[in-house]
């Protein structure tokens, strides 16, 4: 019987101990045996006061072959399955959820605001614009806003093409920086972990 199982990169398992093959990957093969191999228990969460475990391909090869003796098994996903345990725990207030919103709010909004007044005064902007209305307007005088307007209209809309969000709305369907990093840096946290996982299993 040909199974093929597609390991995940990453399981939370909050609030449960007993982890299932359907937990971590997903099942493909002829017949009804599919859920048979779906409710395999692969892992039982230890009450050693870790958190985080590893299954490697070979752990759920094992467990289905111990069902079924005779199975060929392809993967077709991970090598490694990373199974983050948390305790179940309650739900925030809708109030609480609220002020945290609005604090963060204000410190993203502080804070880049700082950042870009920061970055203007190191690049002495306000002096550039100077030099920009003595040499068009002969005059050092611009509380007409001639130059500062459009500039500071450029720079919102600048930073709207670029992290390409319009509230919940994206521009176009491509990845915004912000999510193309946070790939990326969850893809090498689930890699440090198992790399800490495998570590400590093998100095057991």
Do not use: W
């Not at 090869?61 to 392809?74: G, Q």
């Not at 609005?102 to 007044?117: C, R």
């Not at 611009?142 to 500062?148: A, N, P, Y």
């Not at 930073?159 to 990093?181: L, R, S, W, Y």
Request: hydrophobic residues 40%; aromatic residues 10%; neutral net charge.
């Amino acid at each position: 019987m040909d199974i093929y199982i597609e390991p995940k990169k990453k399981y939370l398992a909050e609030g449960r101990k007993l982890i299932f093959i359907k937990d971590i990957a997903s099942v493909y093969c002829h017949g009804t045996s599919a859920e048979k191999i779906n409710g395999i228990q692969i892992f039982t969460v230890p009450d050693n006061g870790t958190n985080v475990f590893s299954i490697s391909f070979l752990d759920i090869v094992k467990a289905i072959t111990a069902v079924f003796p005779d199975a060929k098994i392809n993967n077709t996903g991970e090598k490694e399955v990373l199974i983050e345990y948390k305790k179940e725990h309650k739900k925030n207030s809708k109030g609480m959820i609220i002020i945290s919103t609005v604090f963060v709010a204000l410190i993203l909004f502080f804070g880049t605001a700082t950042a870009i007044m920061s970055f203007h005064s190191d690049a002495q902007l306000p002096q550039i614009f100077d030099g920009y209305y003595n040499t068009f307007f002969n005059t050092t005088q611009h509380s007409k806003g001639i130059l500062e307007i459009p500039y500071s209209i450029g720079l919102a809309v600048g930073i709207t093409v670029f992290f390409n969000h319009i509230g919940k709305k994206k521009i176009t369907e491509d990845p915004t920086p912000i999510e193309v990093q946070m790939t990326t840096y969850e893809d090498e946290v689930i890699k440090n972990q198992l790399d800490t996982a495998s570590k400590k299993e093998k100095g057991k």
